[in-house]
Structure formats: C-alpha cells, structure tokens
C-alpha cells in the first residue's frame, strides 16, 4: 500500500506520522523548509494535547523537555493581581499538567523516534492530482510523489488547502504581536505563568526551561505594520510601562529570538475533505492564539484522524468522518478563542475598568472548571487493524 504523504512537519504533521505509524501505516512527512519548522518562539501543550501525545507515547518526552504549568496569574497594568488559578486540578483527572515548550525542543523531541526519512526536507508542495487509487503531490524540485492520503498540515497559508480549495484570505484580529525566548527564569514562582492586561495591550509570561522564557506582547495595531529599526526598543516603548518582569525579558532576547506577526485565523472553511485528501491543524481551522490550542487542536487532530483511517478501507469515507468529528470542537474553539482576544484587548479606559473588576471577582473555580472541560475532549485510543 502506497504511504500516507502529509505535507508539514510542525506539532500536527508529525503527530500524525506517529498516529499513522501506530496503526500500522507508512507516512512520508513533507516539509518545504530545509530543517524543522520552529518559528514562533514557544507554546503551551495544554492536557488535552499531552492526554493525546499520552496515546502516541510522546507525552513523557514532552514533558521532560518543557516546564509543568501549575498557577496562571492574571494582572492589571499596575501589576495588581486580577486572578491567580490553579491549573494542577489535572493532575487528579487524567495525572497530567499543561506543559510550556520551546518550539525547538517539540520539533526534536516528536521527530526523534521516527524512522529516518520520514521527514524529507526541502519537499515544499506545489500542486495535488488525485484519483480512485491514490493521490499524486508534485513538489518544488519537479517530482512527484504519490500516497494512499493526502493531509495537508502545512499552516494557515496551505498550499495543499489551496491547490484542492482554492483560496482563502485569513482574518485579521485586530492586533500585531511580538514573540522572543528570553535565556532567563522567568522571575516568578516555579511553574507560574502570567498575562498583564493594559489597555489594548497584552504581555504574557511563560516558563519554558529553569533558564528560558517564552514571552507574548499584543498590540492593536493597523494590519502589515513593521518595527523601524530595534525591535526590543519598539516592545518596549509599547510594554514597559507594565512592569519590571516585562522589560526584564525582553531586555534579556536575543534579537534574533524575537518575532512579529500580526493574528489571524481562518473563517470556518465549507469542506476540508476531499476523495483522498484532507486538511488538519491550522490548514483546516486556524484559530488566534488566546487560548494556547492552535498546536493542541491539530494533535487531537492527528489522532482522530488515524483512528477513522484504522476503521475502514474506504478513505474517503474516513476522512469525511474525522471531519465532522472535528470541525464542532475546532469551530468552536476559534470563535471563543477571537472573543477572548476581543475582550483582552479592549481600549476604552471604562471598559477596561469594568472587565479587570469582573476578572478579580469571578472565582476561580469557575476558569478552573471552563479549562477542564476544554481539556476533556473524547480521544480515541489507537491500535493496529485487526487483519481483515
């Protein structure tokens, strides 16, 4: 049987080499880049995503390499605490804590026990031909490949979304944001992390290492703006007045460390299936990055997707099945994760006021009890087929 080609190997595309292995399925992993994507400095694997590497026997391996999230605090632009959560309820649930990552060390630790040559570098697509039998992927150098399956997890500019859906322009949020990895502790007690809302500004701070920190600054801003010059100096004239823990961080980047995109998702998409091919992550439902779940959405993705795969010898009827599985769930993560962005970003001087009143007097529990339940997804467990 011909493999089952995917076309990227961010978070999703080698969750799904390992789903499709386990379920006795040859994967080919097509990565347009030279080396392993790892933009975006760093990212949350949040318990519903490690209860699903837990299934593909990764979870360990993440953990060890990233830092356990045990508090979330939540500040005004004063510094005054809003809110602290516990997020170590998980822990009596499914015996599992959210885990901060740099995006380096996901890469290595999910491509680690994959056979050599499942990932092939330098193999960007460029155009999809299907039939009855089987998918056919031309890539930038001119060959072609041909699978059994075709999943695109190649981004939010997907060039297989594209080359079988046509066009799709995202939707912009409202605001830009920078990203670095700060070679310092974060300055907070172990295993706490902290989001700083100003008006029409937000700074978080995440622990990825003893020694790193992942850290996030939004602005509401014009869409395609760029930094004239030092990008540090830019976040700061925008960030420092929230507080000592900020500009310590950012001061601390490398600027080679540090990014700016604007955000974005993608409107829910009227198919990601077709015949033998499908979409997965953020090439199928892109989401704002409010919630941390864009990575964890597409390995929950991968293995519900293997799981269909395993079930029948009828492709397309799987591939059309893992979609509706999954396009409730994803859709409704992106409209609330655009709401809270919304929210979080406000600018009116009032509206702020009200929102940090309502953020310290909800109680916890009730955030505590929201995360749990976005946690407690129904994910397959995986096996090889019984032969038929």
């Known amino acids: 049987m011909a493999p089952i080609l995917v076309a990227g190997g961010g978070p999703g595309g080698l969750a799904v080499a390992h789903a499709c292995r386990r379920i006795g399925r040859d994967v080919v992993v097509l990565e347009r880049s030279d080396a392993l994507r790892a933009a975006g400095a760093g990212l949350t694997v949040q318990v519903n995503a490690m209860r699903a590497l837990q299934t593909l026997e990764l979870a360990d391996a993440v953990a060890a390499a990233g830092a356990p999230l045990r508090r979330g605090l939540l500040w005004d632009r004063h510094g005054r605490q809003l809110q602290a959560m516990s997020l170590e309820g998980s822990l009596d649930t499914w015996g599992l804590l959210s885990i901060a990552i740099a995006r380096p060390a996901l890469a290595q630790v999910m491509v680690r026990d994959l056979p050599d040559g499942t990932v092939r570098f330098g193999a960007g697509v460029t155009g999809v031909r299907q039939d009855a039998d089987g998918v056919d992927v031309t890539l930038e150098d001119g060959t072609t490949v041909r699978g059994d399956v075709l999943v695109g997890a190649d981004g939010l500019h997907s060039a297989v979304r594209t080359a079988v859906f046509g066009p799709f322009t995202p939707r912009y949020a409202g605001y830009t944001c920078w990203r670095g990895l700060a070679p310092v502790d974060t300055g907070l007690p172990d295993g706490h992390t902290v989001e700083v809302w100003g008006r029409g500004r937000r700074f978080g701070i995440v622990p990825v290492a003893a020694d790193q920190t992942y850290w996030f600054a939004a602005l509401n801003a014009p869409a395609g703006g760029e930094d004239a010059g030092d990008r540090a100096a830019a976040v700061l004239d925008a960030f420092g007045h929230l507080g000592p823990a900020v500009r310590r961080v950012v001061e601390a980047t490398p600027a080679e ?39 964890c959405l597409a390995i929950e993705d991968a293995v519900v997707l293997a799981a269909h795969l395993a079930r029948t010898d009828d492709v397309s009827a799987a591939l059309r099945a893992y979609e509706a599985e999954r396009r409730p769930r994803a859709t409704a993560v992106q409209r609330q994760s655009w709401q809270i962005g919304a929210v979080g970003q406000w600018s009116n001087p009032v509206a702020c006021w009200v929102r940090d009143r309502l953020a310290s007097l909800t109680p916890p529990s009730v955030a505590a009890r929201q995360v749990q339940a976005l946690h407690g997804v129904a994910l397959p467990s995986l096996a090889p087929p019984s032969p038929r």
């Open 257 to 295: 460390d540090m990014l700016r995109n604007d955000i974005v998702d993608l409107l829910p998409l009227p198919a990601w299936s077709q015949g033998r091919v499908t979409l997965l992550g953020d090439a199928a439902h892109a989401t704002t990055p409010n919630m941390g779940q864009g990575a």
